[in-house]
């Protein structure tokens, strides 16, 4: 029986350790006498799978006539046969929802246009769009239901255990996406029965709470039952009755995401598809959507990321910048806690915009830069493009998307690159088991890069979660990387961590942190464990009611923020430490030794304190990396944990320097993120702890160099 399954470290097929390389193959817009061709053309460049949508759009163009013959464009099972001649695996990825530039997002006009109640809403019961549906709507269901009769069956009969090509089969895509862009979550009266006690939302509101007195107190309000309580949205709340009220609405959102995913993927498993599911996060700061869709499955979930850097001239960067790097750090890093591989499930191989356009060199820096972190398999989006079947396309009659092979099969610079990328896999086959050579870890706390939705603004509180998932990226992380530390992520949300004990933690804490991982960082710290807390040390659980675990354990009250003036940050021999943010001040525990202190008014700003077998260090600074003292205090606060020396220091902090290795095979991958040459010399620790001096290196601009290690 053929098998396709994985671990954090990789896929597997058949057994063996794979990187999954994959390219986006639509069949419906490739000219099907060009399939074939085209699907070689990939395997030459080192691709070992392909990833198609079904588009529910053009396989039932009018309500109840399905068709999967007749025109070339729809001949699916044709091209699953043609990827399991050419030994390619595939990703299928049926839907509900396509996305890719197709019209209505790859629903059929007939059921978006003729069904307008099905469409998610605000509170007030604006559509959020014209092609955004309700996910658990019972006539969306009722209808994607009867698309699944139909496509499930076919792609069954594909399956790796039956002898066909498909190893993965994705449940809708993006999902979140096609609310949050358009306004936010859904609220649709019919779908989450506002106004009926057995609604879904008076129904979890009765799982989170006793009784609606309860509810009141948290709330401030005075609902009489559960079924009159409305959810509630907005970033800028400025109270915590307000705060709790959001968030209720937000976990009630992400949990009914999570019934939608078991919802599909129990129609898939009726239907005889018994190969593994994936899903992809639409970029990297979406990935703890799913916490609750991946608690909950029935089968594990191979969730992925798409990591674009330049889609538009809207976006953020149109290269790969060292802040898109670090975004790309975290997610992967996130994914491996998950027991996925890291995976990206859409690295751009091009662009639906003309301009800017996607460059030869970007093109490869974004690959090695996910490669010297470890990413373990990429889905190029797209790898080929044609024309759209008539009537379907948004960008134009033809897809091209500035892909590696043209619409008309031109062989385009990227396509070389794809190929020196296998050449080098090939080349060094042992880096599929390769890990990261870490300094020290940094806490992952799935509540943060979400709970912006509710707690951006700060009102009573001095350091919010939104706060502090922009110091682990902006400070911690890309200030460790200017000075040559190397973190890897742990999660706090589980008691893996308290095996972990090796590393020093670094925890950027906001006001708020669940009881469960407080009490976890004692036992963590009581096991042997050192701990680096920054700005702050939470006073509240996530329902932000008083929790002071950490508190009381340290023996401290809450840190302040200093109001001093003008403030001066000294830390051993650094002096006048760049304030760019917010300062605190805590008084000294005792028996603690004072590490950091306000110069002007003498107020401790940062202490080392010995608790049971281990240690509790805090740094009451916020910080975005900006000057060489903030990586040289990442250094200094290192040490005092007694962190190791690092694998690799490079003598420009400009040039990141990464090391991967196996335990027989090691590799440095040196990082010049910026359009201009960079030169820097380089020393690595071997194994047997001695110093190796590599020389200096002139990277190009954009140039991400792998260099083998003796």
């Known amino acids: 029986m053929q098998t396709f399954d994985w671990d954090s470290i990789s896929v597997r097929v058949h057994g ?40 529910w759009l053009i396989h039932e163009p009018k309500e109840g006539v399905f068709t999967f013959e007749g025109e070339p464009w729809l001949d699916l099972e044709a091209f699953l046969d043609i990827c399991s001649e050419e030994g390619l695996l595939v990703i299928a990825r049926p839907g509900p929802y396509q996305y890719s530039e197709l019209q209505f997002a790859g629903l059929p006009r007939w059921l978006v246009e003729g069904h307008p109640e ?10 959020r769009s014209f092609f955004s549906v309700s996910y658990l709507h019972p006539f ?55 106004g009926r006690i057995d609604g879904r939302y008076s129904r979890y509101l009765q799982s989170r709470y006793s009784d609606i007195r309860e509810l009141n107190t948290a709330y401030g309000t005075s609902f009489p039952s559960f079924s009159d309580v409305l959810p509630l949205e907005g970033r800028d709340r400025t109270t915590d009755a307000e705060r709790r009220r959001v968030r209720d609405s937000m976990l009630f959102y992400y949990g009914s995401i999570a ?45 992925g990321s798409d990591h674009y850097y330049n889609l538009d001239q809207q976006w953020e960067q149109n290269n790969p910048t060292p802040q898109y790097a670090v975004k790309c750090f975290i997610s992967l890093e996130m994914l491996q806690l998950w027991n996925c591989p890291p995976v990206v499930w859409e690295m751009p191989g091009g662009s639906f915009s003309e301009w800017p356009p996607i460059t030869p060199t970007d093109f490869r820096a974004a690959h090695w830069l996910h490669l010297a972190f470890g990413v373990k398999g990429v889905n190029h989006y797209i ?91 902006k400070g911690i992380v890309t200030s460790a990387l200017c000075g040559s530390r190397i973190p890897c992520g742990a999660n706090l949300s589980s008691d893996t961590l308290l095996n972990r004990t090796a590393l020093p933690l670094w925890i950027s804490a906001s006001v708020c ?96 304190l010995q608790k049971g077998k281990g240690l509790a260090l805090w740094l009451g600074l916020q910080w975005f990396h900006s000057q060489r003292a903030h990586s040289d205090l990442i250094k200094q606060f290192l040490a005092r944990s007694g962190a190791p020396p690092p694998s690799a220091v490079c003598d420009n902090p400009n040039v990141w320097a990464i090391i991967r290795g196996n335990g027989q095979n090691r590799m440095v991958f040196l990082m010049n993120l910026f359009t201009e040459p960079m030169e820097a010399g380089l020393k690595v620790r071997m194994l047997d702890n001695t110093e190796l001096k590599m020389g200096r290196f002139n990277l190009s601009g954009m140039e991400v160099r792998a260099i083998p290690l003796p």
């Open 140 to 194: 969306f269901l009722e209808r994607a239901k009867r698309w699944f009769d139909h496509v499930c069956p076919i792609l069954a009969r594909h399956t790796m255990s039956r002898g066909g090509p498909i190893a993965l089969v994705q449940f809708d895509n993006e999902l979140t996406g096609i609310h949050e862009w358009f306004g936010g979550w859904d609220w649709n009266r019919e779908t989450i029965g506002l």
């Open 513 to 608: 942190m669940e009881r469960s991982i407080q009490e976890r960082l004692v036992r963590f710290v009581e096991k042997g464990g050192r701990v680096i807390f920054s700005p702050i040390i939470p006073n509240l659980d996530h329902d932000l009611r008083p929790c002071t675990v950490l508190l009381d354990y340290l023996g401290v009250p809450p840190p302040l923020r200093n109001e001093q003036p003008g403030p001066r940050l000294s830390a051993g021999s650094l002096r006048n430490i760049h304030i760019n943010q917010q300062l605190f001040r805590c008084p000294l525990p005792r028996g603690a030794e004072e590490i950091a202190v306000e110069e002007r008014s003498g107020a401790s700003a940062g202490w080392a």
């Open 259 to 303: 019934e939608y995913a078991g919802i599909l993927t129990g129609w898939m498993r009726e239907r005889d598809i018994d190969t593994p599911f994936c899903h992809n996060s639409a970029n990297p700061g979406m990935n703890a959507h799913f916490r609750e869709t991946m608690d909950r499955a029935a089968t594990p979930i191979l969730l």
């Open 16 to 55: 063996k350790r794979r990187f999954l390389i994959s390219g986006e193959f639509h069949y419906f817009r490739v000219p099907k006498n060009m399939w074939r061709l085209r699907l070689r053309q990939l395997k030459d460049a080192g691709g070992n799978a392909a990833a198609t949508y079904v588009p």
């Open 383 to 473: 790898f080929t493009g044609g024309p759209n079947p008539p009537g379907v396309g948004t960008t134009g009659d033809v897809y091209d998307y500035g892909a590696p092979i043209g619409p008309e099969g031109e062989i385009r610079p990227t396509y070389e690159v794809m190929r020196e990328l296998n050449r080098f896999l090939t080349d060094h086959p042992w880096l599929v088991e390769a890990s990261l050579e870490a300094d020290f870890q940094i806490g992952i706390d799935w509540n943060q890069s979400r709970d912006g939705a509710y707690f951006n603004n700060r009102g009573e509180h001095t350091f919010t979660p939104a706060d502090a998932w922009n110091l682990l990226r």
């Open 118 to 127: 099905i469409l998610a809403t605000d509170l007030a019961g604006k559509p």
